[in-house]
């Protein structure tokens, strides 16, 4: 049983344009979602998260927006650039309950120049 | 300052021996955590220190697997009798308190069990 979904294993995106990666969840206790970018080699490391109370948060060209109705969120960069072709997951806890992060399958993002 | 660091950064090994996987958290953090990601297969986590307290092995998938974190730094994941399913990269991460924004990661183990 996945609880957090990334349905689109890979993403291709022309330099300068919108990337929007998406994220579905069915635990409708997560309250804390998180994004995290990994590139070949190396670990994860955060880009950028939300919380429940929040339907969006921006820092600089990447900003997540939150549909808790839907149990839906997703990553936009704008613009892409090059440096940011690496795999993206989407994770998610219950913050509150200091339950343990679970994660997406990750969506690889191609930004081509 | 030094990151979370992995030993080996690469393991091969036959069906049924067992291994051992390092991390060196960030000095001073004092929440460890083990993931593993399978090929194709998201994050998924294994276990999790803080502090002194009793870890959370909710996630460890078998009884082959056990962890250890000796003097609330270094810690070890053991994997007995592997079996190739256990073909892995298996990542560590370290935060300075259960802080799930500030999580790093080390670079992981890449596991190979033939």
């Known amino acids: 049983d996945q609880q957090v979904k990334q349905n689109s294993p890979s993403l291709s995106v022309q330099e300068g344009r919108i990337s929007i990666l998406n994220c579905d969840y069915t635990n409708s206790m997560f309250d804390y979602f998180l994004w995290y970018k990994k590139y070949p080699a190396e670990g994860p490391t955060f880009l950028i998260s939300i919380s429940s109370i929040k339907d969006k948060n921006e820092d600089g060209r990447f900003t997540v927006f939150l549909n808790k109705s839907a149990k839906h969120l997703s990553l936009h960069i704008v613009p892409s650039q090059p440096g940011d072709s690496a795999v993206y997951f989407c994770a998610a806890s219950n913050y509150s309950g200091n339950t343990p992060l679970v994660f997406g399958k990750g969506t690889r993002l191609s930004v081509i120049a | 300052g030094a990151g979370v660091s992995q030993s080996p950064s690469n393991k091969v090994t036959e069906k049924g021996k067992d291994v051992e996987l390092r991390c060196d958290p960030i000095?001073?953090?004092?929440?460890l955590y083990w993931y593993r990601q399978s090929l194709g297969q998201g994050l998924e986590f294994l276990i999790y220190f803080q502090g002194n307290s009793a870890p959370d092995k909710s996630g460890l998938p078998s009884d082959r697997f056990s962890a250890e974190r000796t003097g609330g730094s270094v810690s070890t994941l053991t994997i007995q009798r592997t079996q190739q399913e256990d073909s892995a990269v298996y990542l560590c991460?370290?935060?300075?308190?259960?802080?799930?924004?500030?999580?790093?990661f080390g670079p992981g183990t890449r596991l190979l069990v033939l």
């Open positions: 991460a370290s935060s300075l308190t259960w802080d799930q924004e500030t999580q790093y």
């Open positions: 000095s001073g953090h004092t929440a």
